[in-house]
């Protein structure tokens, strides 16, 4: 089959590369997208095998990137949710000392909790923690009500349809093999395909390192896991 050929080729089809394009797209209506990954389906590593939390930015220092940026996704991912008929639940979360020497780490969680603007956020003792949890022994708690949880591979199938809805060229099922540059393009080969793309952009997680040394990006960095 002849070559596609694409302004940016997007490696990864896990939440980031699946938010990416979409977003790309958005901005860009007449942007030609193809989205590459090895799994028959999006969300198969990290993606769709976290917790499902979707966090309120507690943690983060008030201010910084992560912080900002934890706050407008969570909105954004509700606001998606809504709009896409995906159940989601806010059920709040504790976040527990359970000796008396991890309190000060706590009151600093608390106080960046309060800074970054989240609302209802509490103090509570163990009693009141027991109410709530009554396997918890703690010595006290921080009660995030903000903090839920979602299917995220369910958030990322409906990425993925949104993307081929839109022209988007979703190659599944075709993992990276060689990665190579021809004049102002990158050449992508694959299992099932060859692409030839603009700009290639690497979301592929885990496995980012190895998609960089593909294409000619050697670094000291390397990610630990099990198997290639």
Request: aromatic content about 4%; some cysteine; hydrophobic content about 45%.
């Amino acid at each position: 089959m002849p070559p596609l050929r694409v302004d940016l080729a997007i490696v990864g089809a896990g939440i980031v590369g699946l938010a990416t394009a979409l977003q790309l797209r958005r901005l860009a209506p007449s942007l030609r997208i193809a989205l590459i990954d090895k799994e028959a389906r999006p969300a198969q590593h990290q993606s769709g095998h976290n917790s499902g939390v979707i966090h309120s930015g507690v943690y983060y220092r008030p201010g910084s990137l992560k912080a900002s940026n934890c706050q407008r996704g969570y909105r954004q991912l509700l606001a998606f949710c809504e709009a896409q008929d995906i159940p989601y639940d806010i059920c709040g979360k504790l976040i527990v000392a359970t000796q008396e020497s991890e309190l000060p780490y706590l009151e600093q969680v608390y106080q960046r909790g309060v800074a970054n603007g989240l609302t209802g956020i509490a103090k509570i003792g163990p009693a009141a923690v027991r109410d709530i949890e009554p396997h918890i022994r703690a010595v006290a708690a921080i009660r995030v009500p903000q903090a839920g949880i979602v299917d995220y591979r369910r958030v990322a199938a409906r990425y993925a349809d949104l993307l081929r809805a839109d022209g988007v060229d979703c190659l599944l099922g075709n993992a990276v093999r060689h990665i190579q540059r021809s004049g102002q393009r990158t050449i992508v080969l694959t299992d099932h395909a060859e692409v030839h793309a603009r700009l290639l952009l690497n979301c592929a997680g885990l496995y980012s390192d190895k998609i960089a040394a593909l294409a000619g990006q050697v670094s000291e960095i390397q990610i630990g896991r099990a198997s290639w």
